[in-house]
């Protein structure tokens, strides 16, 4: 029982890693799931330190994932986004974030760029504070490469953190000026919102409609926005459309439910007193974490 105990106590931070580590939640979930039954057979007289142990057996089984994922991601139908999860606080302890801009979903498809191994030594000491000797037995490697590691991976990830991001109540109310516009067609309000470099990128990985390529600028993405808003009147679909605004990976976002199931979500980047980037998830397989956690809500 104590062993159980101490693993739910662990599995905020073990689910962070692990949802960092792969950019979705559901394999997260999978992946704590046998990290205990490995947890809980390992011999306790070679156990030194048990929170190092779950971390160390986490992180090898995400390293194994992600390695295997590579291989099929080329074959992916459009642009890849990481499933989104809520990050309200309300759900529970499994959406514990630590360093929300961490796990923005920008964030998570830079992270996807690094190898594997960069991944998990950028996050371990980046995120989480890990020392290096910790790190290298988790990898199974040595302290030196996993400086060399972090070197590399920071000299990709850096420029690309996000600036400039104002408060979570400020950055709400503008998100729900734009549910609004968004909800009514206002194209005059929608143009104001936008960034003038304001970027949009949609998941429906070959199973949903969705724009295959990015999309930059606000003459282009106020152009699909008001297309969107006018297909959904024309067809009917509108009529039975509701949008809410939640907190999608520590930033705003507009849940778009139609008669009542999750359709899509709209991440939205806030920088200033604008939309610098919506990044839209409509694979279905990325959107069955979130429904649960919005049917809770």
């Known amino acids: ?24 939640a559901t394999e997260a979930e999978d992946v704590l799931q046998d990290a205990w039954l490995r947890f809980h057979n390992a011999e306790s007289g070679e156990v030194r330190s048990p929170q190092a142990l779950a971390a160390t057996i986490v992180t090898r089984l995400c390293l194994d994932r992600v390695k295997s994922a590579r291989a099929t991601r080329e074959e992916y139908v ?18 514990l974030m630590e360093r929300s801009e961490s ?15 960069e991944r998990a030594v950028f996050l371990l000491k980046d995120v989480y504070d890990y020392e290096h000797t910790e790190i290298a037995g988790m990898l199974g490697t040595t302290a030196a490469n996993c400086r060399q590691l972090l070197h ?40 104001q919102l936008l960034a003038a470099d304001v ?12 724009a295959k390529r990015p999309m930059y600028g606000r003459d282009s993405v106020l152009k699909l926005l008001v297309g969107i808003y006018q297909s959904g009147v024309a067809s009917g679909v509108a009529a039975h459309a509701k949008v809410d605004v939640v907190e999608v990976n520590s930033e705003p976002a507009l849940a778009l439910r139609i008669g009542g199931e ?31 956690q919005i049917s809770v809500m």
């Open 1 to 24: 029982m104590a062993e159980a105990e101490f693993f739910q106590a662990q599995r905020p931070r073990l689910f962070s890693i692990a949802y960092r580590m792969l950019g979705n």
């Open 78 to 95: 459009g642009s890849w986004l990481p499933e989104p999860i809520l990050t309200t606080g309300e759900e529970g302890p499994d959406v």
């Open 103 to 117: 796990v923005t979903l920008a964030f998570l498809v830079l992270l996807d760029t690094l190898s594997p191994e």
């Open 152 to 191: 590399r991976a920071r000299s990709k990830v850096r420029p690309g953190r996000p600036v400039g991001r104002k408060d979570p109540e400020a950055r709400r109310a503008l998100a729900a000026r734009f549910a609004e516009a968004f909800r009514s067609g206002d194209t005059t309000q929608l143009a």
């Open 199 to 210: 970027t949009f990128v949609a998941d429906g990985g070959g199973k949903a409609a969705a």
């Open 262 to 292: 999750l359709d899509a979500v709209f991440v939205l980047a806030i920088e200033g007193d604008s939309v610098a980037a919506i990044r839209v998830v409509r694979n279905p397989d990325k959107l069955g974490y979130l429904k649960r």
